[in-house]
Structures are given as C-alpha cells and as structure tokens.
C-alpha cells in the first residue's frame, strides 16, 4: 500500500488547546483523520508523524523517501529550520506545505518561509481544511486521481 506523509514540526502535537481563535478547536487527531479519510480513494495510507525537535524532523524527512508525497507544516522552522530546509532539498518525492493560519495577516517575523522555494505547493489561512486540500493536490500531482 501507498504510504503519504503527514510531518507536523514544533507546537502542533498540542493543537486544539494551543491558541484556538487562531489554530482552531481541531486536534492533530482529528487532523490525521482527515487526512486518512481524503486519501482513502486512491489506495494511501497515512503516516503521521509529529516532533517537537529539528533533528526528529530531518530523521523522519531522510527515513520517508519511499512514500508518494508529503504534507508537511514545519510551524516556526518556517522561519529558521536550515537543516530542515537541507534535508527537504535532497527528498525525492512531492511535497506541499501547510500553515493552518494566514502568517502574512500576523507579525513581520513569520512572513518568509525559507522552505517554500523547494515545495510542490504552498496553503496558508485555511484551516484544517488545508491539510484536507493539499493531500488532495498530491493525488493530482502523483497521477492517482484524474483531473
Ligand atoms: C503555523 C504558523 C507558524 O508561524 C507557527 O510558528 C506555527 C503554526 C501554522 O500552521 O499556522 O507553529 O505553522
């Protein structure tokens, strides 16, 4: 079976009760739910993983390059994670980043993403729904859903 990664970065094991009125009420939980659910169709099953650590990050990023695609939000390593943003440079396979909400309508300091460059696809703003759409842009992507 198609496995597709599901990488979530710092803060984002604690989703539901970490400042709701911007991350929404939705647990990581419910969020893999999601995901497994919108790719049943096409055969995948989702491999979620979370870290708090960079280094976890790179690990799973070096240990996945069997999967089809990968939805990944790397939280604040948006911003700083360059080992992060090396090891994505050397991943084979698609990949979108997510960002549940829209950094550009928050503080100056979360306006770059030094990973975005190297990304198949970038969502901001739009919620949960945002993972629910990119795994649905990497069916379209990898061939595995019909236009
Ligand atoms: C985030 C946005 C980042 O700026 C922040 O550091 C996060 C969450 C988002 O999903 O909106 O941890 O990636």
């Given at each position: 079976?198609?496995?597709?990664?599901?990488?979530?970065?710092?803060?984002?094991?604690?989703?539901g009760?970490?400042?709701?009125?911007?991350?929404?009420?939705?647990?990581?939980a419910?969020?893999?739910?999601?995901?497994?659910?919108?790719?049943?169709?096409?055969?995948?099953?989702?491999?979620?993983r979370?870290?708090?650590?960079?280094g976890?990050?790179?690990?799973?990023?070096?240990?996945?390059?069997?999967?089809?695609?990968?939805?990944?939000?790397?939280?604040?390593?948006?911003?700083?994670?360059?080992?992060?943003?090396?090891?994505?440079?050397?991943?084979?396979?698609?990949?979108?980043?997510?960002?549940?909400?829209?950094?550009?309508?928050?503080?100056?300091?979360?306006?770059?993403?030094?990973?975005?460059?190297?990304?198949?696809?970038?969502?901001?703003?739009?919620?949960?729904?945002?993972?629910?759409?990119?795994?649905?842009g990497?069916?379209?992507?990898?061939?595995?859903?019909?236009?």
């Amino acid at each position: 079976m198609s496995e597709l990664l599901l990488l979530n970065g710092p803060n984002l094991g604690i989703l539901g009760r970490r400042e709701p009125d911007i991350y929404g009420s939705e647990t990581l939980a419910d969020i893999e739910q999601a995901v497994a659910e919108e790719v049943a169709e096409f055969g995948w099953k989702v491999v979620a993983r979370q870290h708090d650590c960079e280094g976890e990050m790179v690990r799973t990023v070096q240990d996945s390059y069997h999967v089809v695609g990968a939805i990944l939000n790397p939280g604040a390593l948006m911003m700083a994670g360059w080992s992060l943003r090396d090891a994505l440079a050397n991943f084979p396979r698609p990949w979108i980043e997510v960002h549940l909400s829209n950094v550009w309508a928050r503080e100056q300091f979360r306006h770059q993403s030094i990973l975005g460059s190297l990304a198949d696809g970038v969502i901001f703003g739009l919620g949960a729904q945002g993972y629910r759409l990119a795994a649905r842009g990497l069916a379209h992507r990898t061939g595995a859903a019909t236009p």
